[in-house]
């Protein structure tokens, strides 16, 4: 039954990322006073599909140089990483219990730097190659601040599991006594995920893109899905952490929506960082702040339970 119930989520999630692009595109077009995407289907509906076939029938070329069985299994790397976060998605009827999810979560996170490190240096190409080294710089440094952050609020529930999110915050939402972090934690989702402002690692915008350059149908759209899997479970992981974890209702995935609507609107809006001001606002901003709330909410609750 597991096994099941996981297939039918990564094909409602895999459908998912199909809209999200459609979503992004409109959003885009809206925001930039042009138009979106509106030739297949009625408004547009159709596009993200004909898209993907579009993408996996085109040839596959690779590098003549290129470290061929390297070059080809990152993609499929970075894509089995992605499904294996969704393995964390929070299921009332649960016939796979996750008590672990947070460990998890920050072990896949943490790998998820290899799929990006072996896929610019395998391509052989130097344009690759400088976008998987700044790639994996942010990734790494914006990983301490949000391990703290999720350490924050994992000794509130003594657990590591996501579900005992929902039981804990059924009387308040953790977002109204820590707003603070909950921008940093906006924050480092963007640098974890890649988006703009804090899209090094691919510089859509510039004449060549980042670690993904040389990538094309198939490899190509396993980077994409990889990146649009993690961005919706980003968002999810923040409805869960922050905003209440109401599994029992609709406004869980409304919420859900809200926060992936939140990182095309950032994309539409701001121009892209600075890289050294990027790494200053992780190691002189985020992690001291994060730390002095770690320190704070253990103290608190030290203080509590030595009351009881």
């Not at 649960?94 to 799929?115: P, Q, S, W």
């Not at 924050?152 to 603070?180: A, E, H, K, R, T």
């Not at 972090?181 to 989702?189: E, G, I, K, Q, V």
């Not at 901003?285 to 103290?299: E, G, I, K, Q, R």
Request: proline fraction near 3%; aromatic fraction near 22%.
């Amino acid at each position: 039954m597991f096994l099941v119930s996981y297939l039918i989520m990564i094909v409602c999630v895999l459908v998912s990322v199909a809209f999200v692009t459609l979503l992004e595109r409109s959003v885009l077009g809206y925001i930039q006073l042009r138009k979106g995407p509106n030739s297949v289907g009625f408004m547009g509906l159709l596009q993200p599909f004909s898209d993907g076939i579009k993408l996996f029938f085109s040839e596959q070329t690779y590098p003549y140089m290129s470290n061929f069985f390297i070059y080809y299994f990152s993609p499929v790397f970075m894509l089995v990483l992605s499904f294996s976060l969704w393995m964390l998605f929070p299921q009332i009827v649960n016939v796979y219990n996750f008590n672990f999810g947070v460990l998890f979560f920050m072990c896949c996170t943490g790998m998820g730097v290899y799929g990006v490190m072996l896929s610019g240096w395998s391509s052989n190409s130097n344009y690759a190659l400088l976008g998987s080294l700044r790639a994996m710089a942010q990734t790494i440094s914006y990983e301490v601040s949000m391990s703290v952050i999720i350490l924050c609020f994992v000794i509130f529930i003594f657990s590591y599991n996501f579900m005992d999110f929902m039981i804990y915050q059924s009387g308040i939402w953790f977002l109204l006594f820590s707003f603070p972090l909950f921008f940093c934690w906006l924050s480092s989702c963007l640098a974890e995920t890649n988006r703009a402002p804090f899209d090094f690692a691919e510089g859509e915008s510039e004449l060549v893109s980042g670690f993904n350059v040389e990538y094309s149908s198939g490899g190509f759209a396993f980077i994409f899905l990889s990146e649009y899997m993690n961005i919706i479970f980003m968002s999810l992981l923040t409805v869960v952490m922050f905003l209440g974890c109401d599994l029992y209702s609709i406004f869980f995935y409304m919420k859900t929506v809200i926060a992936v609507f939140w990182f095309i609107w950032v994309r539409s809006v701001l121009p892209r960082f600075r890289y050294d001001k990027l790494m200053y606002l992780t190691w002189k901003v985020f992690l001291p702040l994060s730390l002095n709330y770690f320190m704070f909410f253990s103290l608190v609750l030290s203080l509590l339970m030595l009351n009881v």
